[in-house]
């Protein structure tokens, strides 16, 4: 909790309407991350690379609950 707290006077100020709902957005996917044990930046550098080239039936493999490491 005591990050969230911190943060808050921080996002109050993130610069511009946009980029607090970018956050807004970005912070439940990380927080789902470290939910289940994964690490953060692992897990967006990997999905980040994957995403292009995947298949709109192949989304849920990168939810953080089912993922698995690329294995290149």
């Known amino acids: ?25 970005i912070m439940p996917l990380i927080q789902s991350v470290k939910l289940n044990r994964l690490d953060p930046y692992a ?4 999905v980040l690379k994957r995403l292009p080239t995947l298949k709109v039936t192949q989304i ?5 609950h089912r993922w698995k490491p690329n294995s290149n």
Request: a positive charge; glycine letters at 8%; charged letters at 25%.
């Open 43 to 46: 897990y967006l550098s990997d």
């Open 1 to 25: 909790m005591r990050p969230w707290a911190l943060g808050r006077k921080n996002w109050l100020v993130a610069g511009s309407l946009r980029i607090g709902q970018r956050a807004a957005n």
């Open 60 to 64: 849920e493999e990168l939810l953080p």
